[in-house]
Every structure is written in C-alpha cells, then in structure tokens.
C-alpha cells in the first residue's frame, strides 16, 4: 500500500479490514502519517456506521497531533445542541485537544469553554458528524418552568454552534 500511495504523493494512509460478524460490521484499521502508525479498531451495524467509526476513531487519534494546544490559540464558546449522556462522553473526548471546559448545561444543550481557532474546532465537529448552526438561525432559548422565564443572568454568546 505505501509504494502505490506514493504515486499520489499522499501524506497519510488508511488501511481498513473489515468484515461482518453475526448482525454487525467489526474492522481493524491502521494510519500511517509520516514515519508514525496509529491503529484501532471500530463496530458499527453496517457499513455506513462502521466507515462513520472508523473516521471518529482516527480523527480522535490525530487531533492532538494537529490541535492547537490549550492556551496557545484564542478561547471561544462552543454550543452545542441534541446532546445526551453518550453524546456527551464523545464531545467530551473530541474536546479534550482543545482544552474543553463545559461551563453551562441547559437539557440537551451544552456550552464548552475551548481553546483552539475556529476552522480545526469547524473540522474536528464535522469529522464527528456535527452540523454547523447557521448564525442567523436563533440561538436556543433557557429552560421554561411553569410558563415563565428563568430568572438567570444572560448568558454569553457562543461564537460557534453545532447540533447532532
């Protein structure tokens, strides 16, 4: 694979071995970026979730390598919307490069406090099937109780915001 690969000058290679097993799709894959090699493994139902596993995985193995350490770029606000408890675990692992903070939780919206520049915050949340809220689409609005607003301070504006 590396002698073919080099005919297309590429920077990295991904290898994958898949194969069904019983109901679900199981796959060994291996990167090799430069004269490094990470590998892993993913599961999915089919093969469009187990492809959507595999690049999670290995976009969770390079981020560190090409993230911004924390502090060294500007801090933002990052929302995001539809989480869930096994939402929450993976956006908690996706963030971590970017020295993820959560600072405000509001049922399924949650705003992390991030370190890192806006175009590898854009690409490491799409890599993980996140989708970008337009900014002129409203901002969700806190928790209502009983027919009236919370009586909270108004909360800062997240300079990005996503969805699942």
């Not at 911004?68 to 770029?73: D, E, I, L």
């Not at 539809?82 to 405000?104: H, K, V």
């Not at 705003?111 to 799409?126: C, D, F, K, P």
């Given at each position: 694979?590396?002698?073919?690969?080099?005919?297309?000058?590429?920077?990295?290679?991904?290898?994958?071995?898949?194969r069904?097993?019983?109901?679900?799709?199981?796959?060994?894959?291996?990167?090799?970026?430069?004269?490094?090699a990470?590998?892993g493994t993913a599961?999915?139902?089919?093969?469009?979730?187990?492809?959507?596993?595999?690049l999670?995985?290995v976009?969770?193995?390079l981020?560190?390598?090409?993230?911004?350490?924390?502090?060294?770029?500007s801090?933002?606000?990052?929302?995001v919307?539809?989480m869930n408890?096994?939402?929450y675990?993976?956006?908690g692992?996706?963030?971590?490069?970017?020295?993820?903070?959560?600072?405000?939780?509001d049922?399924?919206r949650?705003v992390?406090r991030?370190?890192?520049?806006?175009?590898?915050?854009?690409?490491?949340?799409?890599?993980?099937?996140l989708?970008?809220?337009?900014?002129?689409?409203?901002?969700?609005?806190?928790?209502?109780?009983?027919?009236?607003?919370p009586?909270?301070a108004?909360?800062?504006?997240?300079?990005?915001r996503f969805?699942?």
């Amino acid at each position: 694979l590396r002698a073919a690969s080099e005919r297309y000058g590429a920077d990295a290679l991904l290898a994958v071995h898949a194969r069904q097993e019983g109901s679900q799709w199981q796959a060994k894959w291996r990167l090799w970026l430069g004269d490094k090699a990470e590998e892993g493994t993913a599961q999915g139902a089919d093969t469009a979730a187990l492809a959507d596993a595999v690049l999670l995985a290995v976009s969770q193995k390079l981020a560190p390598r090409f993230a911004v350490k924390p502090g060294v770029s500007s801090e933002q606000l990052l929302e995001v919307q539809g989480m869930n408890l096994e939402r929450y675990a993976a956006l908690g692992r996706l963030l971590e490069p970017f020295g993820g903070q959560p600072q405000l939780v509001d049922g399924t919206r949650i705003v992390y406090r991030v370190n890192g520049s806006a175009e590898q915050l854009r690409t490491q949340l799409i890599l993980a099937k996140l989708q970008e809220i337009p900014a002129g689409e409203a901002p969700a609005q806190p928790a209502v109780i009983d027919g009236t607003q919370p009586a909270v301070a108004p909360e800062p504006q997240a300079q990005l915001r996503f969805r699942w």
